[in-house]
C-alpha cells in the first residue's frame, strides 16, 4: 500500500503499530509547516520537517539526502520501527510527503503510505483534529546500507545517452525556461520530458484514477530517472509511478539546483 484514504486512516489510528507523520512545508515560509502542525494535526501525528530532517545532508542541491545513518536515527527518534506502518501527509497532496515515503521505501522499509489527499481532506471529512502533542518512546532502527535507486548527475548524464527516459517534475513555465524562481539557470536537462507531479492530483486534490496515471507514464519505461528542483517533488512521480506498476525508477537528489549551479553541464530550453 502507497495510499491510504482518510477513512481509512481514521479507522486505524488506534493500531499500535501506526506511526503518522506531518510533513507540511512551505517554501517561501520555511516555520509555517510547523506552526500550521501546532493549531491542528492528525491526533498522534509527529512533526517531520522537510528542510532540516529530509533535507539537509552532504549532497548538491537545495535538499540534499541526509546520511542514511541520520535518517535511521531519526525514525528512531520518532518511534519508527521496522514494524511500524508509517502513514505520512501534507497539505500540498502529497507533493512533499511522498519524499519521507521514498525515503522509507528506498531503505526497504514497505509499510509505509502517503494520506490521499492529505490535512485537507482530513479535516473536510470531519475527522478528528488535535493540537496535543503526541508522547514518543524513542525505539532502535536499524542502521541500512546505503540509499537504493539513487542515481547522480553523471549517471544522469550518461543514463540519457543511454536511452533512460529522464521524467523533470517541474512546472512546465520552468521545464521550458520561461521562468526561474529559484535555481541558477532557466531551463532542462536536455532530452528529459515533462511530468508535472501536480498533474497526478484531480481538481479535489486527491490522486487521479489508477487508469488516468497509466496513460501519464505510458511509454516512459520501466526504469526511468526523475528530478524536480530539489529531489522532493520528483518523489510525487515516483509515487505515482509506483502506483501503476512502475518501480524501477531512480530519483537524482541533486535535481535542477545541482545540475543548474554547475556551468559543464548542458542546459535545454522550451519543448
Known sequence: MSLISVADLATRLDEPNLV?????FFLADHDQGRREYHAGHVPGARFVDLHTDLGRGPGGGRHPLPNVADF????GQLGIGPASFVVAYDSASGATA???WWMLRSIGHGRVAVLDGGFPA???AGHPVSAD???ISAVSYPQAPDWTGVIDADAVQQGGALGATVIDSRSPERFRGDSEPLDAQAGHIPGAVNRFHADNVGAD???LPIAQLA???AGLGSSPIVY???GVTACHNLLAMSLVGVFGGRLYPGSWSEWSADPNRAVATGN
Open 20 to 24: 503518522v507523520c506531518d510533513v507540511r
Open 72 to 75: 535511521t536515527a531519526l525514525l
Open 98 to 100: 511522498s519524499r519521507l
Open 122 to 124: 482530513w479535516s473536510a
Open 133 to 135: 502533542l503526541p508522547a
Open 205 to 207: 486534490g486527491l490522486m
Open 215 to 217: 496513460q501519464r507514464f
Open 228 to 230: 524536480c528542483g530539489s
